[in-house]
């Protein structure tokens, strides 16, 4: 699967997201956009969260020339787009509120794209102003993946709630520059409360079992380290000389197991990462050297690491 954008939540602020694939970066159109950290019920990745509070919150893709996002757009080569979003409810959104929507400016209407429908609990998918799919209820605090293929070559648009395909089009979204693209809120007076995780864009019509293998990653198929927090530090012996072919365990006190483990390089580096925030210690032993050495570390929700000796 060639994937050709993505935003990197990994290291964004909110208010700008990261494309490490295409360096097509994101800035937020207004309001601020919310950093989670970490995401409802899957804490070792973190993501966006949009909120009630009277102020729009989104990134205008369209803004930011990032094309590779544009559901309405001329794709060029291929002829074929798949725009793949993780969401979750955690409140109640507007009807007609957006999760990825191409739309008239200034915003009357989705014209294009992923939208809170009329059941304000379920999403509705648009293509050229008509309602292809509506959903059952989407539960609250429980993750759903959207992914919806545009293929130009073949005529089709499909949309898939999770692994299943559920809807069909043979009408495409039109082909040039959108008035106004984005990810997130297209109005102050059309907000939710909701998450966004794994937000990307592929170049080529995912196939049902390409959906679901990215559904069944649960989040972890990404081209950014997928950990919360990445820890680095340097192994020495007894004489304070670096000790290279050390390991290097990551042990965590909640869960009582190893989550991580290395082997120092040269100059006794090592990089551990970390699931989530907590407690944890470090350890390195080493055959042929006596005893071993340890730390105990804490690592915040924010991701500052407090080193214990």
């Known amino acids: 699967m060639s994937k050709i954008w993505e935003i990197d939540f990994t290291s964004f602020s909110g208010s700008s997201a990261l494309d490490n694939i295409g360096n097509q970066d994101l800035t937020v159109t207004s309001g601020s956009v919310k950093t989670v950290k970490p995401l409802s019920q899957f804490n070792f990745r973190s993501g966006v969260e949009f909120n009630v509070n009277s102020s729009m919150e989104a990134y205008n893709l369209t803004a930011a020339s990032a094309t590779n996002t544009f559901i309405s757009h001329s794709y060029g080569v291929s002829n074929q787009r798949s725009f793949v979003m993780w969401f979750l409810r955690n409140g109640t959104p507007a009807v007609s509120g957006t999760l990825w929507a191409n739309a008239d400016s200034p915003y009357t209407s989705t014209k294009n794209g992923i939208a809170w429908g009329a059941n304000p609990s379920g999403i509705e998918v648009i293509i050229e102003d008509d309602i292809i799919y509506t ?12 992914t919806l293929v545009v293929d130009r070559s073949s005529n089709k648009v499909e949309f898939y709630l999770n692994k299943d395909k559920v809807a069909y089009s043979g009408v495409l979204p039109s082909s040039g520059q959108a008035d106004l693209e984005v990810i997130g809120e297209l109005s102050s007076s059309l907000e939710g409360e909701y998450q966004l995780a794994y937000t990307s864009t592929y170049d080529h019509a995912l196939s049902s079992t390409e959906v679901g293998l990215i559904y069944d990653s649960y989040l972890e198929d990404t081209y950014n380290p997928y950990y919360f927090k990445q820890v680095i530090g340097a192994v020495y012996d007894d004489e304070g000389s670096a000790l290279s072919g050390a390991n290097v365990l990551l042990y965590d006190h909640y869960e009582l197991e190893v989550v991580d483990q290395a082997v120092s390089e040269a100059g006794g580096l090592y990089k551990l990462h970390a699931p989530k925030a907590g407690n944890f210690s470090i350890y390195s032993t080493k055959s042929g050297t006596s005893g071993g050495a340890a730390c105990s570390i804490t690592i ?6 407090i080193y214990y000796d």
């Open 300 to 305: 915040t929700s924010s991701g500052s690491v």
């Open 135 to 146: 959903s059952p209820t989407i539960s609250a605090n429980t993750w759903y993946l959207s």
